[in-house]
């Protein structure tokens, strides 16, 4: 019987749409973290009987044909790319972004990495860097004895250092864009990496054409939309309980032609 | 040799390829664009011993369901539902063939494509270029796709006379030799997906009669049998 092993690929795209909403539900207080969603596909058909073929030598058609599916699979598992909404937290290094972009992350092995979640600290020496100690690039280093530091919407970062009257521009935050955002893999640790289907970055100053602007003192909340989310939930549940009652159906069908005297 | 036994097999086997057409639509009941199929059977009649005529049964063909799917709420700018009938046009490696299953996203230069890689077409069979840079994506309820920078093109949206005619292809895509003929009432909504047909009681249902039915044939084929058996007892009886 075709119907369990169909059955079977339902309750299987059912337990990862069900891992999905979980990993969501489970980063809704994960600054800037993406909603992700399962997106699932028909598997082949088998043709039984072409459709639109003759049936008969006047050239009358065969109007239906019979096609029968063989199951589900997951196509893909996307983001959600959309903006979350930002909370004040009045932390002087806590950027976020309002608009596309992400902050540009030097990582350990040299590499680069990305990200939108922009809860910055200082390291010993001064450097803007990320809560795993990362440097955020381009490097801004704070001087010492400095008593207030201000970021504008268009990422110049001022320190003001005591016994200075002007506040000092001591460096330039870039964002960069890709091509196609929901392409770049995620590294976990709130960080993406670029891929041949994000696309090559493109950087450029926050506030400038296609740039969002940054908001000091503010983080990006999740996209997460609960209610949506256990909505989502319970229709999968279902939909795996639908799944299962079919092999059931199918298992008492076998075991009713077993039984044929 | 007696037909009764043949005529509950194809009983048989059509119950278990309807369940198969069932179980591809409960499986797919989360497959955005899915479209539901309906198995048809019909009589054969064939002539028998003694000028009689006995009724098989054999598969007539399925029947997609294109009915509207309910829309759902995703929140990604280049999620696209149809609300009405139509279709949305993209390009395989074996030439057109038509979705209702709206998630797409651009590749590294600017193409808006499916989750596969296959190109959404614009007017004229054009793939649809989002410039690099411009921002956010905006797609209006006549299929015309803007951003900032100005309008990108035209998603347009088609149908055909006989969309039974179609036939499934795997990943959400149909294919057809007729010609597509241009609908503008359908309206294309932006940030939504087209949730599969699959209405869930029906299927349901359809399961638990499916399985009463292969039941009942079963019942049948062992009366047939205790008939055979106590025939031959009776008739081989030695007075």
């Known amino acids: 019987m075709r119907s369990l092993s169909i059955a079977a690929t339902g309750m299987l795209a059912q337990q990862l749409n069900v891992e999905v909403i979980s990993n969501n539900i489970a980063n809704l207080n994960t600054t800037s973290f993406k909603e992700q969603r399962a997106e699932f596909q028909d598997l082949l058909y088998q043709n039984e009987r072409n459709v639109g073929v003759n049936s008969s030598d006047t050239g009358t058609l065969v ?44 990582m350990p092995d040299g590499s680069t990495a990305y990200t939108r979640a922009g809860s910055f600290q200082l390291s010993s020496t001064g450097e803007m860097v990320t809560a795993d100690g990362y440097i955020v690039q381009p490097g801004i280093t704070i001087p010492q004895n400095t008593t207030a530091v201000t970021v504008n919407a268009n990422g110049q970062v001022l320190a003001q250092v005591a016994g200075q009257i002007q506040p000092q521009t001591v460096g330039q935050l870039q964002l960069v864009n890709f091509p196609n955002e929901a392409g770049m893999a995620l590294q976990g640790g709130n960080l993406l990496t670029e891929t041949p289907a994000s696309g090559a970055p493109v950087t450029g100053n926050p506030g400038t054409t296609a740039f969002g602007t940054i908001q000091q003192g503010y983080l ?38 077993s039984q044929i005297q | 040799m007696d037909t009764s036994t043949y005529i509950a097999l194809s009983g048989q086997f059509a119950r278990d390829q309807e369940m198969a057409v069932l179980a591809n639509n409960v499986a797919n009941m989360s497959t955005p664009g899915f479209k539901g199929e309906r198995m048809m059977f019909s009589e054969f009649l064939a002539n028998a011993a003694g000028g009689s005529r006995i009724s098989y049964v054999t598969q007539a063909g399925n029947n997609h369901d294109m009915s509207q799917g309910p ?84 998603i347009p949206v088609v149908t055909f006379d006989n969309q039974q005619l179609m036939t499934a292809e795997a990943n959400g895509l149909y294919n057809t030799t007729e010609a597509p003929q241009p609908i503008r009432t359908t309206q294309v909504v932006q940030g939504m997906v087209e949730e599969s047909n699959i209405q869930p009681v029906l299927a349901m249902t359809r399961l638990m009669s499916g399985a009463r039915e292969m039941t009942a044939v079963k019942n049948f084929a062992d009366a047939e049998n205790t008939r055979l058996k106590t025939a031959i007892e009776r008739l081989g009886k030695t007075v």
């Open chain 1, 220 to 257: 990006e909340t999740s996209n997460v939309n609960i209610v949506s989310e256990i909505t989502n939930l319970i229709t999968a549940q279902r939909a795996y309980e639908m799944n299962s009652k079919v092999i059931q159906t199918s298992d008492q069908m076998m075991s009713t032609l």
């Open chain 2, 71 to 154: 829309l759902s709420h995703t929140g990604n700018s280049l999620d696209v539902a149809l609300n009405g009938t139509g279709w949305l046009a993209v390009t395989t490696p074996n030439g057109t063939s038509y979705t209702r299953s709206g998630h797409f996203q651009l590749d590294p230069q600017g193409q808006i494509i499916t989750s596969n890689g296959y190109q959404l077409q614009g007017d004229g069979g054009a793939a649809l270029v989002v410039p690099d840079g411009a921002g956010d994506v905006t797609i209006n309820p006549d299929g015309t796709v803007a951003t900032r920078q100005g309008i990108v093109g035209h």
């Open chain 1, 63 to 106: 109007p239906v044909g019979v096609q029968i599916g063989t199951g589900v699979k997951a196509a893909a598992v996307y983001r959600v790319t959309q903006q979350g909404n930002l909370i004040n937290t009045n932390n002087t290094l806590d950027l976020a972004i309002q608009g596309h972009g992400f902050f540009q992350i030097e």
